[in-house]
Nanobody, 125 residues
């Protein structure tokens, strides 16, 4: 069992930056692939970024490529999402998720086993 707790959300102006953190409980965290998703009102939860258990492989949605960076520190049981050049359309609740199968980078929300409660990101124009 893994528990995930996101933090770091908030209100920022367009063009600004935020760094989200996702702290995980359990020693098995380091064996899990991790992902970030986001959901805006009236929209489905959408993939943002994923990272392999080792941190050696990452994948991004086209909408955030070049602006967001996913990373992890297995010694701290934490995964991060550095978000730069934020746009109003990035406003959403951001969720981190863990995939215990570790069969590769997952892009679909249904492929993840564990979810955090989410953190709100609001980008003002």
């Amino acid at each position: 069992q893994v528990q995930l707790v996101e933090s770091g959300g908030g209100l920022v102006q367009a063009g600004g930056s935020l760094r989200l953190s996702c702290a995980a409980s359990g020693r098995t965290f380091r064996t899990y692939s991790m992902g970030w998703f986001r959901q805006s009102p009236g929209k489905e939860r959408a993939f943002v970024a994923a990272i392999a258990w080792s941190g050696g492989a990452t994948y991004y949605a086209d909408s955030v490529k070049g602006r967001f960076t996913i990373s992890r520190d297995n010694a701290k049981n934490t995964v991060y999402l550095q978000m730069n050049s934020l746009k109003p359309e990035d406003s959403a609740i951001f969720y981190c998720a863990a995939d215990s199968t570790n069969w590769g980078l997952r892009l679909q929300s249904v492929e993840y086993d564990y979810w955090g409660q989410g953190t709100q990101v609001t980008v003002s124009s």
